[in-house]
Nanobody
Framework: QVQLVESGGGLVQPGGSLRLSCAAS????????IGWFRQAPGKEREGISC????????VYADSVKGRFTISRDNAKNTVYLQMNSLKPEDTAVYYC??????????????????????WGQGTQVTVSS
């Protein structure tokens, strides 16, 4: 059974940085991708980044490209989201999620919500002065 636990959220000033962590367990790495999503009040959940555990290949939404970096530590079974140059519009609850992938190349990844079947509990990120 796949389990995900996020940590690292908090309050930060505009222009600041935060690093979120997603500790994962109970899955076969070649068959899963880990994605980061966020949901602001009154808005739909938005996919922002994804990583292939096997190859390290990544995908980013345009809204975070160049500011956020996703990475993984295979030894710790943890995926990170380094967020720099934060803006007030980045304020949201951030979730990591697991996407089971079959019959796709190892570097395949997607930030579409469809298909992600395990979600963490979420961590609040607030960007405000």
């Amino acid at each position: 059974q796949v389990q995900l636990v996020e940590s690292g959220g908090g309050l930060v000033q505009p222009g600041g940085s935060l690093r979120l962590s997603c500790a994962a367990s109970g899955f076969i790495k070649d068959y899963y991708r880990i994605g980061w999503f966020r949901q602001a009040p009154g808005k739909e959940r938005e996919g922002i980044s994804c990583i292939s555990y096997s190859t390290g290949s990544t995908v980013y939404a345009d809204s975070v490209k160049g500011r956020f970096t996703i990475s993984r530590d295979n030894a710790k079974n943890t995926v990170y989201l380094q967020m720099n140059s934060l803006k007030p519009e980045d304020t949201a609850v951030y979730y990591c999620a697991a996407l089971p992938v079959i019959n796709k190349p190892l570097d395949y990844c997607s930030i579409a919500t469809m298909g992600y079947d395990t979600w963490g509990q979420g961590t609040q990120v607030t960007v405000s002065s």
